[in-house]
């Protein structure tokens, strides 16, 4: 079975830091491209970043740009989001999902973790 | 950068009826890129359709999605109970891949 399960998540400081932490079981991590949406309390969804299999192509909204770092371990099935520089606007639940299908990157996901909740607030 | 423009916001149906919901890009998705959700309160997005019109896994044929270009539509032939949720559509023909602000389906 699959399971994204998400950590690293909790109340920061405007400008702080946080690290997310998402660990995959169930399939191949290292063929699949990972990714990361979040949803704003009440709103819609918002891509943030994707992350080649291999690692080596990243992608980022232009709202988190300079500011975010995906990566990802393939050896410990683990895909991250380093979060610098917050701002009150990326207060989100923040969801790690899987690419469709394995070795390409599909750009849609049919597996979700239930979310890191990020709250940036002084 | 393509907007996705969703609509009704909320759709009031009964159990049992048609529900029609539309997806409108603010210009052509390239090789129709486009997808399905369905989320529940406090749920994770669910995949429905992907490529404009391919059912995901296990996902019941009254879910139908069409159209082409920059027009797209998912229709749920009859609602089910458990159809009653908000629906997001999703480019990803085109970078950055961006969602529909969502149509809501609720019970009437």
């Known amino acids: 079975e699959v399971q994204l399960v998400e950590s690293g998540g909790g109340l920061v400081k405007p400008g702080g830091s946080l690290r997310l932490a998402c660990a995959a079981s169930?399939?191949?991590?290292?063929?699949?491209?990972m990714n990361w949406v979040r949803q704003a309390p009440g709103k819609g969804l918002e891509w943030v970043s994707s992350?080649?299999?291999?690692?080596?192509?990243?992608y980022y909204a232009d709202s988190v740009k300079g500011r975010f770092t995906i990566s990802r371990d393939n050896a410990q099935n683990s895909l991250y989001l380093q979060m610098n520089s917050l701002r009150a606007e990326d207060t989100a639940l923040y969801y790690c999902?899987?690419?469709?299908?394995?070795?390409?990157?599909?750009?849609?996901?049919?597996?979700w973790g239930h979310g890191a909740l990020v709250t940036v607030s002084s | 950068e393509i907007v996705l423009t969703q609509s009704p916001g909320t759709l009031s149906l009964s159990p049992g009826e048609r529900a029609t919901l539309s997806c409108r890009a603010s210009?052509?998705?390239?090789?129709?890129?486009l997808a399905w959700y369905q989320q529940k309160p406090g749920q994770a997005p669910r995949l429905l359709i992907y490529?404009?019109?391919t059912r995901a896994t296990d996902i019941p044929d009254r879910f139908t999605g069409s159209g082409s270009g920059a027009d797209f539509t998912l229709t749920i032939s009859r609602l089910e109970p458990e159809d009653f949720a908000v629906y997001y559509c999703?480019?990803?023909?085109?970078?950055?891949?961006?969602f529909g602000q969502g149509t809501r389906v609720e019970i009437k």
């Open positions: 210009q052509s998705v390239t090789g129709s890129y």
């Open positions: 169930g399939f191949t991590f290292s063929s699949y491209t």
């Open positions: 999902a899987r690419d469709h299908f394995h070795t390409v990157t599909t750009g849609f996901y049919n597996y």
């Open positions: 992350i080649g299999a291999g690692g080596t192509f990243i």
């Open positions: 490529g404009a019109s």
């Open positions: 999703q480019q990803y023909g085109n970078s950055p891949q961006t």
